[in-house]
């Protein structure tokens, strides 16, 4: 986890990995500008299929942490 906040320099993550990671971050502070670059580098690795379900649990966990958020639940752990 402490490594997220670097993916994008780190070496220890897959090109792969870091594109989903792009995309979770996108959805998460601008998800109406997911643009076509990011768009393109997504499907170049993850079929239609993969991505929806990329954005399924990005968006549920985006979901997640706005209901914990505005009910000030403190995680567990």
């Known amino acids: ?20 990671l792009r995309f979770a971050e996108r959805m998460t502070l601008d998800s109406n500008n ?3 670059r990011l768009w393109a580098e997504l499907c ?8 929806v379900e990329l954005a399924a649990v990005i968006g549920l966990f985006n979901y997640f942490n ?6 000030q639940m403190e995680p567990t752990k």
């Open 1 to 20: 986890m402490e490594n997220l906040a670097d993916f994008e320099t780190r070496s220890d993550f897959l090109p792969e990995e870091k594109i989903a």
């Open 34 to 36: 997911v643009d076509e």
């Open 44 to 51: 170049a690795h993850y079929d239609e299929g993969q991505v």
């Open 66 to 71: 706005r209901f914990n958020n505005a009910l």
